[in-house]
């Protein structure tokens, strides 16, 4: 069984910046960070092959956002600057049995979540 912890959520004001990680309790694969505001479907902010060498950022975050991974450590991070208020939500990290996959339907094990608030 594969447990992720996330952590580094808060509330920042808009233009502000947070870095959440992500840390495994086992070596993994694939790696993604996913959120979900209230009303939403959870959706794929950026995922990671397990090299750290590609990466998918979804439109809305390009430019802002970085994701890395250190396998040492079995964790991921996700640098967020310049926030807005649209960015929101509960902030997932999820891993997945394959070496690079941006399919949520992929990603098989999940944290339970950081809240991120921004205020505008």
């Known amino acids: 069984q594969v447990h992720l912890a996330e952590s580094g959520g808060g509330l920042v004001q808009a233009g502000g910046s947070l870095r959440l990680s992500c840390a495994a309790s086992v070596s993994v694969y694939a790696m993604g960070w996913f959120r979900q505001a209230p009303g939403k479907e959870r959706e794929l902010v950026v995922a990671?092959?397990?090299?750290?060498?590609?990466?998918y950022y979804a439109d809305f975050v390009k430019g802002r956002f970085t994701i890395s991974r250190d396998n040492a450590k079995r964790s991921v991070y996700l640098q967020m600057n310049t926030l807005e208020p649209e960015d929101t939500g509960v902030y997932y990290c999820?891993?997945?049995?394959?070496?690079?996959?941006?399919?949520?339907?992929?990603?098989?094990?999940w944290g339970q979540g950081t809240q991120v608030t921004v205020s505008s």
């Open positions: 999820a891993t997945s049995h394959r070496m690079a996959t941006m399919r949520k339907w992929e990603y098989a094990y």
């Open positions: 990671i092959d397990y090299e750290g060498e590609n990466t």
